[in-house]
């Protein structure tokens, strides 16, 4: 009993170790200590109201992942997912500018993928980004235009 | 019979928690983002998890594969499950809707009995191991 204890000891102290270590070297590193959440202003927010008269003004982007994107969207909506930022950012580029009015939105109360979407449109100089609170689902909610698939 | 059975366990535990390491361990920041919508663990330990969780399953998997260690992989599956299943329950509790982030994106859905019944039998199954296991 007591052999088995310390080899499951071990088992956990070797999967840390190699994981921290992995971290170090992986292209895919992450900080160790999780970053704080990006705040969001109040002035950021945008209100349903508003953003539905925004309706094919804003450049509205859909910050979760690309399946939940493609099961259905703000109709107009790009995807730029905020986990794979780099990859996508290429693909909406020229539809921003410091001026252009922007919308982003993912899916819950809890869900933060917009926020950090936001403050990564903020870094680049987006002044314009707003953010849609729980945007899908009021949206959906609302019954305003949506579509399925993929990027327009 | 039961020698069968040592083994299918082995297989099934061994074969699901290294593919649910693997493609975790990948991917950090994403099972990190997974993590944060359990609102479970404090906000500065989630990267941490996200780093190490992934290679405890991963090695725990490929000991109960090889078949070294048998009884305290085993001991370490159990209690990979009970976190899991506790995990799961809190969310069905909370009524959270979220994804369940076992397997990195593979499988979207929301968390839902399945992931009670799929945990509770991975459970049984290393219990089971960690008393009839060899060493």
């Known amino acids: 009993m007591g052999r088995t204890f310390l080899r499951a000891v071990m088992i956990l102290l070797t999967g840390v170790a190699v994981g921290l270590f992995v971290n170090l070297w992986s292209p895919r590193a992450i900080p160790l200590i999780t970053p704080p959440r990006p705040v969001v202003l109040d002035r950021q927010i945008v209100p349903l109201d508003e953003a539905r008269q925004l309706l094919g003004i804003a450049v509205f982007l859909d910050a979760r992942r690309a399946p939940d994107y493609e099961a259905g969207h703000i109709a107009g909506a790009f995807n730029l997912p905020v986990e794979d930022f780099e990859a996508h ?49 009021v949206w959906r909610a609302a019954g305003l235009p949506t579509t399925k698939g993929a990027a327009p | 019979m039961k020698w069968s059975g040592i083994i299918l366990a082995r297989l099934i535990l061994g074969v699901l928690l290294v593919f649910a390491g ?42 109960l594969l090889t078949g070294f260690w ?19 329950l809190s969310v069905i509790v909370r009524g959270l809707k ?19 019944a799929l945990d509770a039998g991975l459970l049984a199954m290393a219990v089971w191991l960690t008393r009839h296991g060899k060493e």
């Open chain 1, 89 to 137: 950012f290429a693909a909406v580029a020229g539809l921003l500018s410091p001026t252009t009015p922007i919308i982003v939105y993912c899916d819950g109360v809890d869900c933060d993928l917009s926020h950090r979407l936001l403050a990564r449109l903020n870094a680049l100089g987006y002044r314009q980004a707003r953010l849609l609170v729980n945007g899908w689902t």
């Open chain 2, 22 to 63: 693997a493609v975790k361990a990948f991917n950090p920041q994403l099972f990190a983002y997974e993590l944060e919508q359990y609102n479970l663990v404090p906000v500065p330990l989630i990267h941490f998890v996200a780093i190490t969780l992934p290679w405890i399953e991963l090695l725990c998997g490929l000991l």
């Open chain 2, 70 to 88: 048998v009884r305290a992989s085993a001991w370490v599956a159990t209690g990979l499950m009970v976190a899991f299943l506790a995990a799961v």
């Open chain 2, 98 to 116: 979220i994804k369940c982030g076992c397997f990195g994106t593979v499988g979207t859905e929301f968390v839902g009995w399945w992931h009670v």
